[in-house]
Nanobody, 122 residues
C-alpha cells in the first residue's frame, strides 16, 4: 500500500486549503482513513478520521473548521480545511488502517503517507 498526499501550501490566516490522499496497491477495502499532523516542536496528533461507513472523528481544535471525507471506490481521503489559523501550521500525514487486498489478505497495521506541509501565516 502506498499513500500519496497533495494539497499543502502557504495560506493566510482565515484562508482555506484542501488536502487529498490517494491509496494505491491491490486494495479491496480500507477500514479507517485519516489525517494526522506534527507541528514544530510538537508530537504528531490526530486531526480527523473517517470509517468506511462514513463515521467521523475530529480533534477538538479543528471541529467546525475542517471536514474529512472519503471515496471508497477510489481509495481517497480528503481534508477540507477552512478558517485556518497559524496554530494549524504543521506537516500533515494521511493514514490508513485496516487494508484488505484482492487476495483477501488483511493488514491490520497502519500505513502512512509522506507528509505535506501546511503553513498558515498571521
Amino acid at each position: 500500500v502506498q499513500l500519496q498526499a497533495s494539497g499543502g501550501g502557504l495560506v493566510q490566516a482565515g484562508g482555506s486549503l484542501r488536502l487529498s490522499c490517494a491509496a494505491s496497491g491491490r486494495i479491496l477495502s480500507i477500514d479507517d482513513m485519516g489525517w494526522y499532523r506534527q507541528g514544530p516542536g510538537k508530537q504528531r496528533e490526530l486531526v480527523a478520521t473517517i470509517t468506511r461507513g462514513g463515521s467521523t472523528n475530529y480533534v477538538d481544535s479543528v471541529k467546525g473548521r475542517f471536514t474529512i471525507s472519503r471515496d471508497n471506490a477510489k481509495n481517497t481521503v480528503t481534508l477540507q480545511m477552512n478558517s485556518l489559523k497559524p496554530e494549524d501550521t504543521a506537516v500533515y500525514y494521511c493514514n490508513v488502517l485496516g487494508v484488505r487486498d484482492y487476495r483477501s489478505l488483511y493488514y491490520g497495521n497502519a500505513f502512512w503517507g509522506q507528509g505535506t506541509q501546511v503553513t498558515v501565516s498571521s
